[in-house]
């Protein structure tokens, strides 16, 4: 035996090699191009000489003239889309003087530059030609923290839930909440004044900020937590008369609310002739007087108790005159949804947990209130809460109410207000909600008459829309469906900007009371009148002389101001193109989230580069296919970047699920990859990848001498294929197991009750044999006959690496078996998560009929539900139990649905949200990925597994990074099911 398993290793390295020699008969080295015509004839231009010179003088940071991370800096969250010219991301303050002082040399002097945080701006804040300073990336840090005095000093591209996160153990945050708390920077909220929930009691960002460092022309530092230098006298007594010239003008002509006028707050700024605190100036002005670097913010202690309140009202009219007598409960916020955004939460399942008669049902229009009531003392805030609940429920219109103590619950019902914009972003058609008038404000008390007064200018223009908002502080947040692509749209678009913004004004309001003012700000000179602009511009001058911050922004001297319709508009639609999602990606930026326990995006989380994210993978791809379909000459160029940006993409598709508007970048990543490689040589090693896929079954007949072969030759297979760690081939074959197995086309299939088809996919087969005995065992134990379905080759590996004529052929051979399996009528259970996903995310696209493979939880929760009784432990270890990411993004329940199965059995499981473990099918095994494989694991998983003798994992990529990266043993979650009935 020993001979031919020699002799069989020997072969199989022959025909890889073999292979080899005739890949490169069939596909000989491609001749190195000839230099670029165009690149010949350019001289350096300005930007490209900038980098030069900023790396030769020690910019630590990064400077990036490509086309990916250009695009990835040419969106927000507005309707807007502005190709900059370089993007510069510095390490730290020094790196902003560095840059600001290399500006100011003559060559570079005209050179604009714009400041950037989360790019979650709705308005175009930091949309602008030259240079655009990425604070987001590298400049995160929390770098002092006064518990005594109440401050903490952080870098402006520290993230809002980062910097709470770290303050959580001593009981402090920073009081301003934004809907887009998980990726909006501090930086970006002090420059745009943001707030959220919860200002009418903790005010704006700009009531929350102590002080400022600043960078201004020049490289010169500015600081409000030291004494000024001398070079800052005359710009401080140019600054105090410019205050003092329109202070009373601009109060006269801006009104007295809450959300009320900042950004060149000469009121503010200026509290007396005595007075002068200048940083107040930069709060809310969107970057145009120069690079805030430090900030300072004002700490507030955490609630110790909270009580959410539901209210359902029969109309949103009933549910905004309500508001005056709610704010009398004193609570610390109340948030609306009108009738439509209820009922999208409603079909999108987000109000499940509610009792019926307060979510909706069937057609009956609901509008929702959340009130949060906050209190030192439980019992008290009972008391409180349970008055309130008792007004509510007298209130006209009222249909039903809900009252929840539970953390976990009210973070998943705010969670529902939060998911607002993104459900308005899921409406079909060419027609889709936009950001531009979406931040009015006026009195509670005109709130009635001012959304009349809007609803009828919506019917006017026959404009369907959505609103939802902060009723406590008048703040009403609305996004009309238009199609921005249709000049028609473009004209209304402009017609209804100028017509609200002069209802705002007409009902003593602000039109852009919590998401900054951005090309919005050309109404400013009307706004605060001519004589109080004057000496805003006089403010703009003594900062920026050169008028390079920002510019055509806010206050403009010499420079024209830039008008709502004079940035390109981003194109939305480019119906039937399979790049179309790229095309509706909004800047939601939801992808850009910091939290690591969240599945989307793990690349993003692990560099915080916005190139490798779905929204700047997605802007990237937008628009090299514009530059394609338009014949661009230097289509090349473009697509060698798109490329780098799309190769460190995991392809966990997260983002499908995750996205508001599903932006799949795995999908359009394979199409993309597909027409790359039409003109350039593939990697032998992607074929030989997709070989193996194809052979599970040869590998399951002859699995002992395939594990001889691998145990001689594994190492000399990674390095031709430049990957590291494969995993053994299994020692059992599926035979051995102890179950029945069927191939899906046996003439005889099973057909009786009680069988569960236990579906083997191939690379499952091949590695994780153990995981499909654990399942079938489980399933034993809990009274069912499992039957093992192996299947025909799998899809997965061509896909994800864009081979698409072999990707489609499989995958609908695969279709094709599961739909004969489909009619036994029997279940069909996936043991690896990550296959039975690809069936319904990607298979459906090539055949909306594919049938369903349940997931090994869903089909016993099913069970569990229709009353099935399963044997119960005696006593059984507890373990801790993690989920597959793509898994958690696709089924954000999954950990409860184990939990209750475990609860069910008599176990006792802990489950962990994590988010990526870095391994991803073939993501982990290659060379290339290995820091970002581990930093990932470090991140997520490495503490949770650590110190553990065994964990729960759900899919067999996490329990190979597990058992790769850590001393801990990772077994399927029916193993334990197993063990603990069977004892």
């Known amino acids: 035996m020993a001979n031919a398993d020699v002799r069989f290793y020997r072969i199989t390295l022959h025909n890889i090699q ?34 030069e010179v900023l790396l030769d003088k020690g910019f630590r940071g990064d400077v990036s003239r490509d086309h990916a991370a250009r695009a990835a800096m040419s969106t927000d969250n507005s309707v807007y889309e502005l190709m900059p010219d370089l993007v510069v991301a510095p390490r730290d303050e020094d790196d902003v003087i560095l840059l600001l002082a290399t500006m100011a040399e003559p060559r570079f002097r005209d050179l604009p530059i714009t400041g950037r945080g989360g790019g979650t701006g709705t308005n175009g804040q930091s949309l602008n030609r030259g240079v655009i300073v990425n604070f987001q990336r590298f400049m995160t840090r929390v770098l002092a923290v006064n518990v005594d005095e109440g401050w903490a000093e952080v ?27 998980t990726r909006c920077t501090i930086g970006g909220m002090v420059g745009t004044d943001a707030s959220g929930k919860g200002s009418r009691i903790y005010g704006k960002t700009s009531e929350n900020i102590v002080g400022l460092s600043v960078v201004l022309e020049g490289g010169r530092h500015l600081s409000s937590l030291e004494p000024p230098p001398d070079w800052a006298g005359p710009l401080l007594a140019e ?3 410019a205050c003092d010239a329109g202070r009373d003008a601009l109060i006269t002509h801006t009104p007295r609310i809450n959300r009320r006028f900042t950004g060149y707050d000469l009121e503010r700024a200026r509290p007396d002739g005595n007075t002068l605190e200048w940083w107040r100036l930069f709060l809310g002005a969107e970057g145009t007087l120069g690079m805030v670097t430090r900030i300072r913010v004002r700490l507030v202690p955490t ?37 439509w955004v209820s009922r999208l939460a409603r079909d ?60 976990d619950e009210q973070k998943r019902l705010w969670g529902v207000r939060a998911a607002a914009v993104g459900l308005l972003s899921k409406r079909d058609g060419r027609r889709r909600p936009v950001a531009f008038i979406e931040d009015s404000v006026v009195p509670v008390e005109h709130l009635v008459p001012f959304v009349d007064a809007f609803d009828a200018l919506m019917r006017e223009h026959g404009l369907a829309y959505g609103i939802y908002g902060h009723i406590d502080v008048g703040c009403l947040h609305v996004r009309p469906a238009l199609d921005l692509d249709e000049d028609r749209d473009r004209a209304v678009f402009q017609a209804v ?11 003593g309001g602000i039109f852009w009371g919590e998401h900054g003012k951005g090309i919005r700000g050309t109404y400013l000179p009307d706004f605060v009148g001519l004589e109080a602009y004057a000496a805003l511009q006089r403010v703009k001058r003594a900062f920026d002389p050169c008028e390079r911050f920002n510019p055509g922004k806010l206050v403009v001297v010499e420079r024209p101001r830039l008008g709502i319709m004079d940035l390109p508009f981003r194109q939305g639609n480019a119906a039937g193109d399979i790049y179309e999602k790229s095309f509706h990606c909004n800047g939601n930026a939801a992808c850009l989230g910091f939290a690591r326990t969240t599945p989307m995006c793990p690349s993003y989380q692990a560099t915080r580069d916005n190139r490798q994210s779905p929204k700047g993978r997605a802007d990237a791809l937008r628009h090299w296919r514009k530059a394609q ?36 970048i795995p999908t359009m990543r394979s199409a993309f990859l597909y027409q790359y490689y039409q003109t350039r040589r593939r990697p032998l090693r992607e074929h030989l990848v997709t070989m193996l896929e194809a052979g599970a079954t040869l590998v399951d007949a002859v699995r002992p001498l395939a594990r001889l072969g691998m145990a001689m030759g594994g190492k000399w297979i990674s390095t031709l294929l430049d990957m590291c760690d494969a995993p053994a081939i299994s020692r059992r074959s599926l035979r051995r197991l102890g179950h029945r197995v069927h191939h899906w086309n046996d003439r005889s299939l099973p057909n009786q009750s009680g069988e569960v088809l236990v579906l083997a996919d191939p690379f499952t087969i091949m590695f994780d044999v153990e995981a499909i005995g654990a399942v079938c065992d489980g399933l034993v134990v809990l009274g069912y006959a499992p039957v093992i379905i192996t299947l025909p080759p799998g899809a997965k590996s061509s896909h994800v690496l864009g081979l698409r004529q072999r990707y489609e052929a499989r995958a609908r051979r695969q279709i094709g078996a599961l739909t004969r399996l489909q009619k036994t009528g029997l279940p069909m259970l996936a043991v690896d998560p990550a296959f039975a996903l690809l069936t319904r995310q990607e298979y459906r696209h090539l055949d909306a009929g594919t049938p369903q493979i349940a997931l090994v939880q869903e089909f016993l929760a099913t069970r569990l539900a229709a009353g099935d009784s399963w044997a119960r432990s005696a006593a059984a270890p507890s373990r801790k139990l993690m989920a597959h990411c793509t898994e958690l993004a696709v089924l954000p329940g999954t950990l409860k649905l184990w939990r209750d199965i475990f609860d069910a059995i008599g176990v006792t499981v802990q489950p962990v949200e994590t988010g990526c473990c870095g391994m991803a099918g073939l993501f982990g095994h290659e060379m290339r990925n290995q820091q970002m494989s581990r930093n990932l694991f470090d991140a997520s998983w490495a503490q949770p597994a650590s110190g553990e003798d065994e964990i729960l994992a759900t899919g067999f990529s996490c329990r190979c990074q597990v058992e790769r990266f850590s001393s801990t043993r990772a077994v399927h979650p029916m193993k334990l099911v197993t063990d603990a009935l069977a004892q």
């Open 239 to 241: 600054l105090a008369s």
């Open 155 to 181: 870098e402006p591209g520290i993230v809002l839930d980062e910097l709470n996160a770290t303050l959580a153990d001593k009981g402090l945050l920073f009081a301003p909440n934004t809907s887009t708390a």
């Open 497 to 507: 900007s100028d017509a609200v913004y002069a209802l705002c004004k007409a009902y």
């Open 348 to 407: 999108a399942g987000l109000t499940d947990a509610l009792p019926p008669i307060v979510r909706g049902e069937a057609e009956q229009p609901v509008s929702h209130i959340f009130v949060e009531l906050v209190g030192e003392h439980d019992a008290a805030l009972d008391d409180q809460a349970e008055r309130f609940a008792a007004f509510a429920a007298s209130l006209p219109g009222v249909v039903g109410t809900y009252m929840t103590l539970d953390p």
């Open 18 to 51: 073999l292979l080899r020699i005739i890949w490169l008969c069939f596909n000989p080295p491609m001749p190195v191009s000839a230099p670029i015509d165009h690149l010949q004839t350019i001289v350096a231009d300005p930007f490209t000489t900038l980098r």
């Open 629 to 664: 379909l338009a014949a661009d000459p230097h289509l090349a160029e473009r697509e060698d970047d798109v490329f780098d940006a799309l190769n460190t993409c995991l392809s966990c598709n997260a983002c499908a699920s995750q996205c508001p508007v599903q932006v799949s």
């Open 303 to 339: 609630p110790k108790h909270n009580r959410l309140v539901v209210v359902a009202f029969d109309s949103f009219r009933n549910a905004l005159l309500a508001s005056a007598g709610i704010l009398t409960h004193e609570p610390l916020a109340i948030e609306v949804m009108d009738e």
